[in-house]
């Protein structure tokens, strides 16, 4: 079991992500949508009625032998004690940026309370197929971030037209290798030697650092087309493989609030 946790600044597509993860892995037979109030995490009339999430609400779905319990929480900057409280139930977490709109102030202010966490963080930049969506330079902006070393896994493709979509990067190429070691040597002078003695780490240094929050990888796609689905839940799957140890895991216990709705209460197994 896996807990997974979806933090964004508000209208970055955070929800639609959650609906099109539970959509992918086949938990759901259609996509829910925000502006018909058919998602399965808002549930409550307050989020219905203004198109944001209030509170922390978990589903579940399979991928592989993994079941991964996603936890959607709000993007609204009135509401981080509410993320917080998700995040204590998450083995690690999903950052999503929006391309059209660049890292807004929040996103700044989410990696605070992650990084105070110690949580391994996966970022999608989302809503790569809408107008005046950015690709590279969003990444220029999440390493001008405090903390934040984010590495591409691959490219945009085609972005802004309905046929936006994510290349993974081949590790077998040496341009792609060296700059994945130039970028985990940052972390590591064992690894700064090996690159100036020509030999480059791979997908094991980078999972390392990617479980100890040193290095986020970086998937670009849309939760509304499924752009760079299959790249964030690979990213996703390499993270499981930290799971605490068994005294140390958290486990989920979904508790209805009083109104009857589903969310994430976390305790020690």
Same mark, same amino acid.
């Given at each position: 079991?896996? @807990?997974?946790?979806?933090?964004?600044?508000?209208?970055?597509?955070?929800?639609?992500?959650?609906?099109?993860?539970?959509?992918?892995?086949?938990?759901?037979?259609?996509?829910?949508?925000?502006?018909?109030?058919?998602?399965?995490?808002? +549930?409550?009339?307050?989020?219905?009625?203004?198109?944001?999430?209030?509170?922390?609400?978990?589903?579940?779905?399979?991928?592989?032998?993994?079941?991964? @319990?996603?936890?959607?929480?709000?993007?609204?900057?009135?509401?981080?004690?509410?993320?917080?409280?998700?995040?204590?139930?998450?083995?690690?977490?999903?950052?999503? &940026?929006?391309?059209?709109?660049?890292?807004? &102030?929040?996103?700044?202010?989410?990696?605070?309370?992650?990084?105070?966490?110690?949580?391994?963080?996966?970022?999608?930049?989302?809503?790569? #197929?809408?107008?005046?969506?950015?690709?590279?330079?969003?990444?220029?902006?999440?390493?001008?971030?405090?903390?934040?070393?984010?590495?591409?896994?691959?490219? &945009?493709?085609?972005?802004?037209?309905?046929?936006?979509?994510?290349?993974?990067?081949?590790?077998?190429?040496?341009?792609?290798?060296?700059?994945?070691?130039?970028?985990?040597?940052?972390?590591?002078?064992?690894?700064?030697?090996?690159?100036?003695?020509?030999?480059?780490?791979?997908?094991?240094?980078?999972?390392?650092?990617? @479980?100890?929050?040193?290095?986020?990888?970086?998937?670009?796609? +849309?939760?509304?087309?499924?752009?760079?689905?299959?790249?964030?839940?690979? #990213?996703?799957?390499?993270?499981?493989?930290?799971?605490?140890?068994?005294? #140390?895991?958290?486990?989920?216990?979904?508790? &209805?609030?009083?109104?009857?709705?589903?969310?994430?209460?976390?305790?020690?197994?």
């Amino acid at each position: 079991m896996f @807990n997974l946790g979806v933090l964004a600044h508000v209208d970055a597509g955070k929800t639609s992500l959650t609906e099109r993860l539970l959509f992918e892995c086949g938990a759901i037979r259609h996509i829910g949508s925000v502006d018909e109030d058919t998602t399965q995490t808002d +549930s409550n009339a307050i989020e219905r009625a203004r198109g944001i999430t209030v509170r922390a609400a978990v589903a579940c779905f399979r991928d592989k032998d993994l079941q991964f @319990n996603l936890v959607d929480t709000p993007g609204h900057a009135d509401f981080v004690a509410e993320v917080e409280r998700g995040l204590m139930a998450v083995d690690t977490v999903i950052l999503v &940026p929006s391309a059209p709109e660049g890292v807004q &102030p929040q996103i700044g202010a989410l990696y605070r309370v992650i990084e105070r966490l110690r949580l391994p963080v996966v970022v999608l930049v989302n809503k790569l #197929d809408c107008v005046g969506a950015a690709g590279p330079e969003v990444l220029d902006e999440l390493s001008g971030k405090p903390g934040l070393l984010p590495l591409a896994m691959g490219v &945009p493709v085609d972005p802004r037209t309905p046929e936006a979509g994510f290349a993974p990067a081949e590790l077998s190429g040496a341009d792609i290798r060296r700059r994945w070691a130039e970028r985990l040597a940052e972390n590591d002078e064992k690894l700064l030697e090996q690159l100036v003695a020509d030999r480059c780490p791979g997908r094991a240094e980078l999972r390392a650092q990617t @479980n100890a929050g040193l290095l986020q990888p970086v998937v670009f796609g +849309s939760s509304i087309t499924g752009a760079g689905m299959d790249g964030l839940l690979h #990213d996703a799957d390499q993270a499981a493989q930290r799971l605490r140890s068994a005294e #140390d895991h958290i486990t989920i216990t979904v508790q &209805p609030d009083t109104h009857g709705h589903a969310s994430p209460q976390a305790m020690a197994a």
